[in-house]
């Protein structure tokens, strides 16, 4: 079967770095997408890593880790607009969404 | 170069009736995803498709749910007899035709009501 898993919450401070994690399970991997959506709005893409490794794209961060089946988001210099809901995907011959992670972000 | 459209935004169908919901892919994308949310859920993936071929439908019910995606036209995705559980947001998600390419572009849905 296929599975990712992810926090349901998290809660962080406005200014603050946050990081969510992502682990996954699946037949077949090309690899690791992240998603954000507001509410009421459609997903949007954030990142992706094919490879091991870091990548860096402004004030978002992607991770992942072959070998472990595991990647996360960090999301760094909070702003009150990042609160959203943030999916991992998995792409192997279709994409498969995590259930998402809701970021409460405080003042 | 015009994102994914998906219409209508909103639909409101009486239980027993036929949702007929339509997603044209960006330009150039010839692979189609639809997903079904739920209110504070994740995005469940029901199926995937090409022009005039269905990838994969493993997320689909067996019953009442049908998609197509025709070599002219947007791809529709049709469920007859609607029941009060089928209501939920509809994603359409397009992309080009190969796996090495990692984003998929999602329309703004539709919000399927069922009364």
């Known amino acids: 079967g296929q599975s990712l898993e992810q926090p349901s919450e998290v809660t962080a401070v406005e200014g603050a770095i946050v990081q969510i994690n992502c682990t996954y399970q699946?037949?077949?991997?090309?690899?690791l997408s992240w998603y954000q959506q507001h509410d009421g709005g459609a997903p949007t893409f954030l990142s992706y890593n094919g490879l091991d490794g870091l990548e860096e794209t402004g004030r978002f961060s992607s991770f992942l880790s072959r070998s472990d089946s595991y990647g996360y988001l960090l999301l760094q210099e909070l702003q009150m607009k990042d609160s959203a809901s943030y999916f991992c995907?998995?792409?192997?011959?279709?994409?498969?969404f995590g259930k998402g992670t809701r970021l409460h972000i405080l003042p | 170069n015009a994102g994914v459209m998906q219409n209508p935004r909103h639909l409101v169908r009486r239980r027993g009736q036929e949702a007929r919901l339509r997603c044209s892919p960006m330009?150039?994308?010839?692979?189609v995803y639809w997903y079904r949310q739920l209110p504070e859920e994740g995005l469940k993936f029901m199926v995937y498709?090409?022009?005039?071929?269905?990838?994969?439908e493993s997320g689909m019910p067996k019953e009442r749910f049908s998609a197509e995606f025709p070599k002219e036209g947007p791809s529709i995705l049709r469920i007859q007899q609607v029941v009060r559980g089928d209501s939920a947001a509809y994603f359409c998600?397009?992309?080009?035709?190969?796996?090495?390419?990692?984003?998929?572009?999602f329309g703004q849905g539709t919000r399927l009501t069922v009364v």
């Open positions: 330009k150039g994308h010839s692979h």
């Open positions: 998600a397009s992309s080009p035709p190969t796996v090495l390419h990692t984003e998929a572009f």
């Open positions: 995907a998995v792409r192997d011959d279709k994409i498969i």
């Open positions: 498709l090409q022009k005039e071929n269905i990838i994969d």
């Open positions: 699946t037949s077949g991997f090309y690899g």
